[in-house]
């Protein structure tokens, strides 16, 4: 059970920004419904991030396949869900916050390839209807596993850890290499394989930089899965009230 191996992709953001888009016009909605399932943790409003909300939302098709595949979790499991849909001034938020992170660390790179850096782990800020970055389109998922008692799998790395051991392939490599994995390593390996293979199967791509971002229907996802053209670019829940 789980020990398929995480496949590996060559991706590129400048690729999947050059795919077609073909809007669907399907609605953004609340994924707090369904906590069976889904747990919402809304990783950026508990850090106070300017721009985040207390709920989740995401495409409605990109929501019914993410229940789909915890359906197929083992008994008692179910998602948490860190983060979907983005307004682009959170998405502005964590760049900046990062690109000032990277430049207490590189003092003297300059701002261009202090930016390259930043983008590996947050995606440039962008609502161009050519080329949005994959949360603004509400078909990006950050998310992980917890067991019946609500604890989390150990995945070996931290949601938004800025490191190699976030790659997905992580353990895959090294054990393609040759290298022994400890106890606890091979449980973070079954882990990760565990939540690679239900999104997979629910029609979700991952992004290889970070083992907790899958994409569906976005430019990321038709890169990966060959599609001829995304169907989602930016969008926004239905807010009477208020423009995010
Ligand atoms: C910030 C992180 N959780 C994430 O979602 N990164 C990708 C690259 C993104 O911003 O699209
Ligand atoms: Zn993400």
Same mark, same amino acid.
């Given at each position: 059970m789980y020990d398929k191996p995480i496949s590996r992709f060559d991706f590129s953001f400048s690729k999947a920004y050059t795919l077609p888009i073909v809007e669907s016009g399907e609605p953004v909605v609340p994924v707090g419904l369904c906590p069976d399932r889904v747990v919402v943790l809304q990783q950026y409003y508990l850090e106070g991030i300017?721009? #985040?909300?207390p709920e989740a939302y995401l495409r409605e098709e990109v929501f019914r396949r993410l229940v789909s595949a915890a359906r197929n979790l083992p008994k008692g499991y179910r998602f948490v869900l860190f983060d979907g849909w983005r307004p682009v001034k959170l998405q502005k938020g964590l760049f900046s916050a990062y690109v000032e992170r990277l430049r207490s660390e590189?003092?003297?790179?300059?701002e261009k390839t202090l930016q390259e850096m930043a983008s590996k782990y947050v995606a440039l800020p962008s609502k161009d209807p050519a080329r949005p970055s994959p949360h603004l389109t509400g078909g990006a998922v950050d998310c992980t596993i917890a067991d019946e008692d609500g604890v989390m799998l150990d995945m070996g790395a931290d949601f938004?850890?800025?490191?190699?051991?976030?790659?997905?392939r992580w353990l895959e490599d090294r054990l393609e290499a040759g290298e022994t994995l400890s106890e606890r390593e091979l449980f973070v390996l079954r882990n990760r394989r565990m939540l690679h293979a239900v999104m997979e199967k629910a029609g979700f791509t991952n992004y290889?930089?970070?083992?907790?971002h899958f994409d569906y229907g976005n430019q990321n996802w038709a890169l990966i899965t060959g #599609?001829?053209?995304?169907?989602?670019g930016p969008a926004s829940p239905r807010f009477a009230w208020r423009t995010p």
């Open positions: 300017k721009g #985040a909300l590189y003092p003297d790179a300059s938004d850890e800025t490191s190699n051991r976030s790659k997905s290889p930089e970070e083992w907790w #599609a001829k053209n995304a169907i989602y």
